[in-house]
Nanobody, 125 residues
Framework: QARPVESGGGSVQTGGSLRLSCDVSEYTRSDYCRGWFRQAPGMEREWVAS???????DLANSVKGRATISRGRTENTLDLQIQDLQLSDSAMYYC???????????????????WGRGTQVTVSS
């Protein structure tokens, strides 16, 4: 299967917003949990948001209230929008998909078998 493919990263000032998109055309919503992670240099990969195979969404506390995970412009895209960006949001953002039969927690990288290459988000003051 092809990797998920992220797009939409870039540089933004604090307080700004960004929309990341992921092509998940090979990972149908009914069969896969799909999510976003991020990793800053020297840090562990951190779960940001996910949507399970029933459509239920979940957000990390670090972005709750200023982020949304949703279907993108097409059924085959998964968007992550973050508002009020902070310096701490700077990271490489990864899109991932995991089969519905994987019972690991949604916020664990082990839940996801398929990973994109990432898109960089840099927030500056």
């Amino acid at each position: 299967q092809a990797r998920p493919v992220e797009s939409g990263g870039g540089s933004v000032q604090t307080g700004g917003s960004l929309r990341l998109s992921c092509d998940v055309s090979e990972y149908t919503r009914s069969d896969y949990c799909r999510g976003w992670f991020r990793q800053a240099p020297g840090m562990e990969r951190e779960w940001v948001a996910s949507v399970d195979n029933y459509g239920a969404t979940d957000l990390a506390n670090s972005v709750k209230g200023r982020a949304t995970i949703s279907r993108g412009r097409t059924e085959n895209t998964l968007d992550l929008q973050i508002q009020d960006l902070q310096l701490s949001d700077s990271a490489m953002y990864y899109c991932a998909a995991g089969s519905a039969t994987n019972w690991s927690p949604r916020n664990s990288p082990s839940r996801y078998e398929y990973w994109g290459r990432g898109t960089q988000v840099t927030v500056s003051s």
